[in-house]
């Protein structure tokens, strides 16, 4: 990341206007792909801005639209800084999460209230495999459950599921 932002140069555009709904749309295609990656399961879009989208390149419709055809995998988040950003509409692109600062001394908390949203995100996925001693033409079925404990609470959860174990050949990994 810190490769990547050092990178970029001030002539990567002669365009000074703000393309809000622009970024947001190019992003929500871009975080999509990444989840057909093997080891991606979910991502996260946090957009920052100090203004309204003054490019008119794209709509709030075509953008909010861009985040109702994401997969639900993908959260949205908003970081607003100044007083010329609309919250109302930094509420709607960023409706997993939105943080504001009136002065730029109070990024730091903005930014470290979306970081611990995307924390929370990223450890709350599990992998699992489980090796199956049943053999081909049987119907079988699999039943996981998690207790938990967090801050606000316990949580519980089931999911389950029937297979049929043809194909399945021995060793596990």
Do not use: M, W
């Not at 206007?17 to 792909?33: C, F, H, M, P, R």
């Amino acid at each position: 990341l810190k490769t990547a932002i050092n990178s970029i140069e001030s002539t990567i555009t002669n365009d000074e206007s703000t393309n809000l709904y622009g970024a947001l749309i190019q992003a929500a295609k871009l975080a999509d792909s990444t989840l057909y990656l093997d080891t991606i399961s979910a991502t996260s879009v946090v957009l920052f801005t100090d203004g309204k989208d003054q490019a008119g390149r794209h709509n709030k419709t075509e953008a909010l639209e861009s985040i109702e055809n994401s997969s639900d995998k993908v959260s949205f988040l908003t970081v607003g800084l100044g007083d010329e950003i609309e919250k109302s509409i930094l509420k709607k692109i960023g409706p997993n999460g939105s943080a504001f600062a009136d002065e730029p001394k109070k990024l730091i908390e903005a930014f470290s209230e979306i970081a611990n949203h995307i924390y929370n995100e990223a450890n709350s996925y599990y992998y699992f495999t489980y090796c199956s001693p049943k053999r081909s033409g049987t119907q079988n079925k699999l039943r996981l459950e998690i207790n938990g404990k967090s801050s606000s609470g316990k949580h519980k959860g089931s999911v389950e599921t029937r297979f049929d174990a043809t194909g399945f050949g021995g060793g596990c990994f």
